[in-house]
C-alpha cells in the first residue's frame, strides 16, 4: 500500500510540473494581446490631440490612424489564432502528461511485481554483509591453501572449488579443481565436476580442456552418470545428436531404481529427440527391473543369527538366479545377479552371470558403458 500511495503522489508531481506551464501560458497569451492593443489606443488618442494642436496635418493624421488601426487588427486577429493554435499544442501536452503516468503504471503490472514485498533495508544489508563475509573467508581459504607447502589439502580445495561453485564463480571454481585433479587419487567425480565448472564459466559451452576431463572422468568410473551426461552435451554441440541422445538413454538403461539425476538426463533426451523429430521418451518405471529384499524382509533379517542371514540372502539370490533363467535378456537382472554372487563370495557364479550378460554386450559399441561395465566385472574376478 505504502508503494502505491508514493507512486501516485509522485505521478501527480509529474503531472503538475507538465501541466503548470501550460495552464499559465494561455493567460500570459492573452495578456501580451490586451496590452498591445491598449497601446494603439492611446496612441490613436495622441494623433487627435496632435491635430488639434496643428502639429500635423489632418492628411497625415489620417495617415497614421490608418497605419495604427491596421496594427490593432492585426493584433486582434494574431490573438486568436494563436489562442487556437497555443490551445490544440496544449490539448496534445495535456494528454501526454496525463497518459504518461497510467502508460506506467499498466507497464509495471505487465512486467514488475507488485505482489513482491520490498526486501527491508536491514535485510539487504545483512545479505551484502554475508556476501562480503564469505568472499573474505573464501580468499583467506585459497590464501592458506596456496602457502602449504604440499600444495595444500585436496579436501580444501574441493571445499573452497565447492564453495566458487556455490557463489556462481565458475572460473575460480575450474581453477580450484584444476589444481587436484591431477593428484594421485583423483576420482572420476571430481573430474566431472572439473569439467561441470569449465563448461559453467563458458556458459555451457564445451571447451577443449571441458572435453579432455570428461573423457578422463569416464575412463576412471563408464558408470559416473554425470561424465555420460556431459560427453552428450559435448556431441550434441560437435553435431551428434543422435549419439548423443541414444548414449543418454542407454545409460538411463542400466538403472534399476530411481536416481535423482534421471529428471537432467530425461530433459536432455527430449530436447535432442524434437530436434530429431522423434517422440518424448517418458520416465521409466522399472517394471521389469529385479526387485530386491522388502522392508519386511529387511527387518526380519536383521533379528536372524549370522548364519540364518547367509541363508536368506542365499534364498534371495536364488529366487533372481530363477527368475533369470525365464528372462535371459534381461541384462540388469544379470548385472544384479553377477554383484549379488560376488557379495556372496560365489565367484564361479558371479562369472557365469558376466558371461551371460556379455553376450548381451557383444554387439553393443566398445565405449558402450554397459559393454565396458562387464568386461570390468570380468577382468576383476581374473578373466
Keep these: 500500500m505504502i508503494f502505491w500511495v508514493s507512486a501516485a503522489a509522485l505521478a501527480m508531481l509529474t503531472m503538475l510540473a507538465f501541466l503548470w506551464p501550460l495552464l499559465r501560458g494561455n493567460e500570459g497569451a492573452l495578456d501580451r494581446a490586451d496590452s498591445a492593443i491598449a497601446i494603439f489606443r492611446d496612441q490613436l488618442g495622441e494623433v487627435d490631440r496632435d491635430e488639434e494642436r496643428g502639429i500635423i496635418s489632418g492628411a497625415e493624421a489620417n495617415a497614421a490612424r490608418t497605419e495604427i488601426k491596421r496594427r ?19 490539448g ?7 497518459a504518461t503516468p497510467i ?11 507488485p505482489g513482491i514485498p520490498s526486501v527491508p533495508f536491514a535485510e539487504r544489508a545483512a545479505e551484502q554483509a554475508e556476501d562480503e563475509n564469505l568472499n573474505k ?7 592458506k591453501l596456496e602457502s602449504e607447502p604440499n600444495g595444500g589439502e585436496t579436501r580444501g580445495w574441493e571445499l573452497l572449488a565447492t564453495t566458487y561453485a556455490n557463489m556462481g564463480r565458475y572460473a575460480d571454481s575450474a581453477s580450484a579443481y584444476s589444481r587436484i585433479v591431477e593428484r594421485e587419487g583423483a576420482t ?9 565448472a569449465l563448461i559453467s564459466a563458458e556458459n555451457g559451452t564445451v571447451t577443449k580442456p571441458a572435453a579432455n576431463a570428461i573423457e578422463r572422468a569416464i575412463a576412471l568410473d563408464p558408470m559416473n552418470p554425470a561424465g555420460t551426461y556431459y560427453r552428450a552435451v559435448a556431441w550434441d554441440q560437435a553435431g551428434r545428436t543422435e549419439e548423443a541422445r541414444q548414449s543418454l538413454i542407454d545409460r538411463l538403461a542400466l538403472e534399476t531404481a530411481p536416481t535423482e539425476w534421471m529428471p537432467f538426463y530425461l530433459r536432455e533426451i527430449n530436447r535432442m529427440g524434437s530436434m530429431l523429430g522423434l517422440d518424448p521418451v517418458p520416465a521409466p518405471d522399472f517394471p521389469d527391473a529385479p526387485r530386491g529384499p522388502s522392508a519386511a524382509d529387511v527387518a526380519a533379517a536383521s533379528e536372524m543369527s549370522a548364519e540364518d542371514r547367509q541363508d536368506f540372502v542365499r534364498t534371495m539370490v536364488g529366487n533372481l538366479a530363477e527368475r533369470m ?8 537382472g544379470w548385472l544384479q545377479l553377477a554383484r549379488a554372487y560376488g557379495v556372496l563370495g560365489e565367484t564361479e557364479n558371479a562369472r557365469a552371470a558376466y ?3 556379455k553376450k548381451l554386450t557383444d554387439a553393443f559399441p566398445e565405449d558402450d558403458p554397459r559393454r565396458i561395465t562387464v568386461e570390468q566385472g570380468l577382468a576383476a574376478l581374473g578373466n
Design 72 to 90: 490593432m487588427i492585426a493584433a486582434d486577429k494574431g490573438r486568436g489564432p494563436a489562442s487556437a493554435g497555443g490551445g490544440a499544442g496544449k
Design 92 to 98: 496534445v501536452l495535456m494528454a501526454f502528461a496525463l
Design 103 to 113: 502508460a506506467g503504471a499498466a507497464l509495471y503490472m505487465q512486467l514488475g511485481a
Design 137 to 143: 573467508l573464501t580468499a583467506q581459504l585459497k590464501s
Design 188 to 196: 572420476s567425480s571430481t573430474w566431472s565436476q572439473y569439467a561441470e
Design 325 to 332: 533363467k525365464e528372462e535371459p535378456e534381461n541384462l540388469q
Design 355 to 357: 558371461e551371460s550378460a
